[in-house]
C-alpha cells in the first residue's frame, strides 16, 4: 500500500542491542522517531494489518525501512520464514522454544533494567522470568492506573497508552534471593552470555555450571517445565523460597532451584521425595529387563525428564540419576548399559560377573550369596531368577592358596569356642579376608592372623607387676554361662579393637590373656541388655533402687517378667520399664527430698497413699514403692525412670546385699 504523506521518514535508525527482545526494539524504534505507537510505525514500513494481529512481523520491510540488511537484524524475529501461522515452535533471540514456554503479546518489564540500559531484554519473554536476577523483584505485568496488561503497541518503553509513566509505578514486591541464582543462568542463555563460575552471582551456588552452559535454552526451560509437572504430580514443596502454595508462578523456579543447588545432592533428594509420596513410585527407575524391572509398570523418573529431549546435553542428569540407582541398588533392577556408560568398570552385576570378579564357580557365588556372606538382591519371575550384587564392595572376600579349615578346627587353633568364632564372623568384629573352600569353612590365612592378633593384643602397664589384683583369663571368660555366644564374641571384638585393654598377655594362648573382671562385667551388662533385652536380678536391683531380693518377689508375685538360664534368673528389660513407670523406691524418692524412708512412709500414710509392700527374707521391714502418679503430691517432679548404673560406686556383684532400709540408713547411702 502506499506510504502516508503524514508519515515522514525516519530520524533516526538505531540498531538492536544484544539480547534485545524484537517488540521492545520495534517500541523503541518508534519512539526515538516520534510514533505514537510501533503499529504506526510498521504501517509506514508498509506490514500487512493481518501480520500486524500476529507475532509473525516480517523482518525484510523493517530492514529496508532501516537501511540495514536482513541478516542483521534476523535473529530478532519470533518465527521463522515459510513457517505454518499453526506452528508450535517460536524463535527467542535465536533460541528455538515451543510456544508454551513464551509470552510474546502481554510481556511483563523491569523498570529499573529499562532505566539503566534503555531496552527490555528478551529475557522477560520467557514464562519462568517471573523475576528480575539484578533487582530482585517482580517484572510490571499491568498499568497500575488503567489497571490494563502492559501491551507492545504502546506510546513508548516506560509509557502506556493511558499516558503513565512507568518509573513512577510503586516498587515492585521482591522475591525470594534463593532463585534469583536459577533466573540468572536464564537470563544469560537467552541473551547468549558467558555461563561460568566466575559469575559473582553463581559462584556459591552449588549448581554444575560446566554442564548447565552447554544446555540449550529449550533444554532449561524443557527440563523446569517436565520437573514442575513432577513435583505438582506428587505434592512436592520446594526446600528453598518463599510459600509456593499461593504463587505458583515461582514453584517451578522453586524446584529447579532444589534440583540443581548442591548438585547432585539437591537431586537425589528430590527423587527421594518423590519416591517417597507414593509406595508405589519406583526409586530405580530403569531397567534392562521388562520383566524384572520397572520401566514396564511405570513410567518413572528417567521417562519424564528426558523423552525427546536432547541426550546428549543432559548426560549429566542422567549421570546423577544413574548415581543414585546405584547407590540404591536394592530398590529394583538397574540397566547395567547404564552403569558401563557412565562408570570405569562394572559397579554392578550378576550371579556370573560376581563369580569372574571372585574368581570361584557360579555356584559357589550362589551359594555365597544364598548363606548371607554377599549381600545381593534376588529377583524372581516366573521363569528365571536374577541376582544383583555390588562388584566395587568385595574386599571381604577375595581368592588366595592355602588350606581351608572348619569350624572346630579353626576354633581349636586360636584357642575359641566355636559359636564365638562364629560370630565373630557373622558381626564383622574381625575382618575375615579370605575366602576358603567352602562358604562355611575358613581359609588359614585368616585363622592365623586371627590367632597372631589377639595373642599380640598390647597390655597395660599395671602398678603392681607380681600382682594383677581381681584379673581373669579370657579363656575362664569363654566358659561363663553368659546366655549368647554373641556376648562372648563382643568381648573378643573389644580386646581386638582396644576397648578392653587387658591386664597382661602371655602370647602364648587365650588363658594367659588376663583381663580385669570389673571390665569385662560391665561390657556384658551392657551387651546382654542390647543383644537379649534381659538383665541380672543384681542390676534390675540397682536401677530401681531396692534389694535384689525384692526383684526375686516381684519375679515370682508377676510384677516382673524373667526367665531361667540354668541356675541364673534374667529380668526381661520391657517388663523393668512398665514397673518403672508405675512405681518408684521410697529409697529413691527420700533420696530427692533428702530424708530417711521412715519419713517418707509416714508423709505417705499422712496423704493416705497406698505403697506396694515387698517383703524381704531376714529383714522386718519391706521394701515399699511410692507409685509413680502419686509423686507430685509429695512435692517430686522429673523423677527419671530408673537409678543410672553409672551412678553406682561399683559393679553391681551377684549375691550383693545392698542392706536393710531401716530407720537408721539414709536413703543415699542405701544403694545395692
Known sequence: MPVSPSFEPLIATPRPIAGESFLGFLLRLSEVNGYESPGMYLRYARVDEKDLRTIQIPIEPVAKVLGCAVEEIDHLRYVKPRASRHSRMVQLNGHPLWIRHVHLRTTPICVDCVLEHGYVSAYWHLSDAVACPSHGRRGLGSCPVCRHTISWFRKGLLRCQCGYRFDHAPAREPVDPQILPFLEILRRRTVREPITSDVPELSDTGYPIEDMAGMPLSGIVTVVWRLRELAREHGYIPATGQSFHEDMNAYPIAVANDVFRDWPRGFHRFIECISASDPEYPTAIYSLHVPFGIRGRHAGIWESLFTETQAHELAFMKRAIVEYGVDHW????????????????????GLGALSRRLGVQPSTARRLIESGKIEAVVHRSPKAVRYTCRLDN?????????ASYRDRRAANFVGLP????????????????CLGKKTESYHEIDVKRLKDRLWTVDARAPEQPETHGDAVSLAEVMRWKLGSPAIKAEIVGAVLSGAITPVANGGTGVDTILLDREDVQRLTRGQRARLTGQRLPTEAAAMLRCDHTTVRYLLENGNLVGSQSGRRRYVDEDSLARFADRYVSTAWAAQTLNTNSKRLRRLCDEAQLELLAVPRPHHDAPQTFIPRDALARLGITDLPRFYSLQDLHGPVAEGSDPGPDS?????GQNCP
Open 330 to 349: 536394592k530398590s529394583g533392577p538397574i540397566d547395567r548399559r547404564l552403569t558401563a556408560r557412565y562408570f570405569d568398570g562394572d559397579r554392578l552385576g
Open 418 to 433: 566355636v559359636k564365638v568364632l562364629r560370630e565373630l564372623r557373622a558381626r564383622g568384629l574381625f575382618n575375615f579376608e
Open 394 to 402: 568385595l574386599t571381604l572376600w577375595k581368592p588366595a592358596a592355602g
Open 663 to 667: 530407720d537408721s540408713n539414709r536413703a
